[in-house]
């Protein structure tokens, strides 16, 4: 998957519609401290799914809306888009949507869908939110210390399988609940002989 394009709205600090191109190569984000470098790819890791607060450096969800200054009033909404190119070429865009107290909307191409889609999008193709492609500041440190349990999940989203656990999550839930259905039908029948 390439990244094309990040488009942020009302996303912490760019509380401005931001447009961010990404060239293939090298792209380099530079600027004083504070400017919001590290909330551009907050931008990102949200925008694929992330909802830990940790991982945005925030409280709760709704801590991703701009919060206003004392010139600004807050605003009640952040939507980030990234465009993207698949592995196979497609033009694929996301959209996330979060509304102050109504949680978060997300859309593939247009289209509304569930967050575990979003999920599977990226998790196919290795570059899910926690994947070890987005090293954020700290985190070095933080992969060479972590427990062979942790280090095998990011090999496993590296190698693009991690979407493989989610599908297999929801088979097994199928399956359990074929098999319930099963036995309540051969006790209905058995009322019936
Ligand atoms: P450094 O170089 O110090 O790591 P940076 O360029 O990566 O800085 P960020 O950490 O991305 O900067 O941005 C921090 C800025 O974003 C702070 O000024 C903070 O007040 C602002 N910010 C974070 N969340 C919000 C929000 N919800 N509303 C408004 N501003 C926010």
Redesign the pocket.
């Known amino acids: 998957m390439q990244f094309r394009k990040l488009k942020l709205s009302g996303?912490?600090?760019f509380?401005e519609p931001a447009e961010l191109r990404i060239e293939p190569g090298l792209t380099g984000?530079v600027?004083?401290?504070?400017?919001?470098?590290?909330?551009?790819?907050?931008a990102i890791r949200w925008v694929m799914g992330e909802n830990s607060p940790k991982s945005l450096?925030?409280g709760g969800m709704d801590?991703?809306?701009?919060?206003?200054?004392a010139q600004r009033p807050?605003r009640d909404f952040a939507e980030v888009v990234l465009d993207a190119y698949s592995a196979d070429g497609e033009e694929l865009q996301v959209t996330r949507r979060i509304e102050r107290g109504a949680g978060s909307a997300y859309r593939v191409n247009g289209r509304d869908v569930r967050a575990k889609d979003v999920a599977l999008v990226f998790a196919d193709a290795a570059t899910g939110a926690h994947s070890p492609a987005l090293v954020s500041?700290g985190k070095i440190a933080a992969v060479i210390a972590a427990k062979p349990t942790e280090r095998r999940m990011m090999l496993e989203e590296a190698a693009g399988i991690a979407g493989l656990h989610v599908r297999r999550r929801d088979a097994e839930g199928k399956l359990r609940q074929t098999e319930a259905n099963l036995a309540r039908l051969e006790d209905l029948m058995a009322g019936l002989d």
């Open positions: 996303f912490k600090s509380v984000v600027g004083p401290n504070g400017c919001g470098k590290s909330n551009l790819l907050e450096r925030s801590d991703v809306i701009f919060a206003g200054t807050q500041q």
